[in-house]
């Protein structure tokens, strides 16, 4: 079986780092980018990607700017505001040579992938949402929130036991030692992760791109799958019913015991339906 490759390119003055496994015996396969969310990193979709590409679907798993092994400017540098994650992600796609692709985005940064299709539908060919805040009036939940208060923030997002503890209770699963390796080790060796966590809390602007999104996905003419986990502790599954109902080519994915990350934890349950729904026609 084909491992995935870690990449990094340099677009202007950022550093994206990037997972990519690539179906082999496929001729034109198709190009899914998949978009983690708050407070995770590309490490989050690795139980996805060889069955994509077994399936023939190339996967492009990046860090966020600010996130696992991408660049973590300082904010005087990058606003770490949604529009700032765009243009950077927008530049990514540019420079990489991706034409048309698939987006599968999750969380609270899902939100920033959302807004990139509605805002260049010519160039998504469909979009999958997993557990993503979809309808105005959510808001941060409260682990996610503490980690941009005045003065806790600060030690907070320095302290990777902080992110162990949110992705713990957003999965309501303990998360494997070697996963929790990964996620910690960037906060071990510098504090920019945490300042980059800090700003990005501090400057989601959530309330104005949920506005965006909830006016904007109905008049989205894609072909939109939601995948829920209906044990979130955050997100409700009653707003991506509603949401689903608005849509124009949608279609609701739910699993009954899955959470906040349903990726982590039941891929298996995923893949199946994720793949049929990538590989339709028409």
């Known amino acids: 079986m084909a491992k995935i490759t870690k990449n990094s390119i340099k677009v202007g003055s950022l550093e994206w780092f990037y997972g990519e496994l690539?179906?082999?015996g496929w001729e034109n396969p198709q190009?899914?980018?998949l978009l983690h969310g708050l407070p995770a990193q590309s490490l989050t979709w690795t139980g996805?990607?060889?069955p994509l590409a077994e399936n023939g679907i190339r996967s492009i798993a990046p860090d966020w700017i600010g996130f696992g092994n991408s660049s973590k400017p300082e904010k005087r540098d990058f606003a770490y505001t949604p529009d700032a994650f765009l243009t950077a992600f927008t530049e990514l796609v540019d420079t990489?040579?991706?034409?048309r692709v698939s987006l599968v985005v999750q969380g609270f940064l899902g939100t920033v992938g959302i807004q990139y299709a509605l805002r260049n539908p010519d160039r998504v060919a469909k979009l999958v949402i997993l557990n993503a805040p979809l309808m105005t009036g959510v808001k941060l939940p409260w682990q996610l929130q503490q980690l941009g208060l005045p003065?806790?923030?600060?030690?907070?997002?320095?302290?990777?036991?902080?992110?162990?503890?949110t992705l713990?209770?957003?999965?309501?699963?303990?998360i494997e030692d070697q996963y929790l390796e990964a996620y910690r080790k960037p906060y071990l060796k510098s504090s920019a992760p945490g300042r980059s966590l800090l700003a990005t809390i501090r400057n989601l602007r959530l309330a104005e791109a949920l506005t965006e999104i909830s006016t904007g996905l109905p008049n989205l003419d894609l072909p939109i799958q939601i995948v829920w986990g209906a044990a979130d502790p955050w997100l409700d599954l009653a707003q991506a019913e509603?949401?689903?109902?608005?849509?124009?080519?949608?279609?609701l994915i739910t699993l009954p015991t899955?959470?906040?990350y349903p990726q982590e934890h039941w891929y298996a349950e995923i893949k199946a339906p994720l793949i049929q729904f990538l590989r339709r026609q028409g």
Not at 242 to 251: H, I, R
Request: hydrophobic share 45%; charged share 20%; proline share 6%.
């Open 22 to 24: 690539a179906p082999t």
């Open 96 to 99: 990489l040579s991706l034409d």
């Open 242 to 251: 509603a949401c689903v109902k608005s849509l124009k080519q949608g279609e």
């Open 48 to 50: 996805l990607m060889p």
């Open 168 to 174: 713990e209770a957003g999965s309501k699963m303990v």
């Open 151 to 165: 003065v806790a923030g600060e030690m907070l997002t320095q302290d990777p036991l902080s992110v162990e503890r």
């Open 31 to 33: 190009t899914a980018i």
């Open 258 to 260: 899955a959470a906040h």
